[in-house]
């Protein structure tokens, strides 16, 4: 079946703007997971959703940051008013169950000029 | 708070040799997991092995294999008879299947797999 989607798959912005980023789960998985890789590091962890419990934002790294995510479908991290420090790969995870393998979407590249 | 460390950025291994890479976390936790990922150019994340915590015997799959040192918190992935598509960045987590199941992940090692 289909895995994780995310979209765009490259996104430039200016700084200052606006920008949405999507990630389609796998059909079925109840949890949902955002993280940010900047170039040559590891994965900072942003936010976690898992089923209909309130997410788990304590990784979002200013009130820039936002996401929301629908049921156990569609999920969306927004960022307002980017900065060059945003720059960064943004990947979307999901998995069945909690303790269950995560599964990754081939992440979005942003880059704020 | 957990934190995940990976002490070599850069390896080489030649085709066909045995390479490993080290991983060592810090917690408090007695029941946890514990995960290595590859990640290739094309960027796509990929499970290459998991261990549970309270599970005594080294996970294995195929050519993969760890050695957990529970008392150590040592968790260190050997790849054997290393080929040209291993080539990608290893990452090590943990997760404690408590409160929030948070994946924390360890800065990487980049494999490179020489012919």
Known sequence: ?113 | AQTVTQSQPEMSVQEAETVTLSCTYDTSESNYYLFWYKQPPSRQMILVIRQEAYKQQNATENRFSVNFQKAAKSFSLKISDSQLGDTAMYFCAFMRPVGTYKYIFGTGTRLKVLA
């Open chain 1, 1 to 113: 079946g289909a895995g994780v989607s995310q979209s765009p798959s490259n996104k430039v912005t200016e700084k200052g703007k606006d920008v949405e980023l999507r990630c389609d789960p796998i059909s079925g998985h109840t949890a949902l997971y955002w993280y940010r890789q900047r170039l040559g590091q590891g994965l900072e962890f942003l936010i976690y959703f898992q089923g209909n419990s309130a997410p788990d934002k304590s990784g979002l790294p200013s009130d820039r940051f936002s996401a929301e995510r629908t049921g156990e479908s569609v999920s969306t991290l927004t960022i307002q008013r980017t900065q060059q420090e945003d720059s960064a790969v943004y990947l979307c995870a999901s998995s069945l169950g909690q303790v269950t393998p995560l599964h990754f979407g081939n992440g979005t590249r942003l880059t704020v000029t």
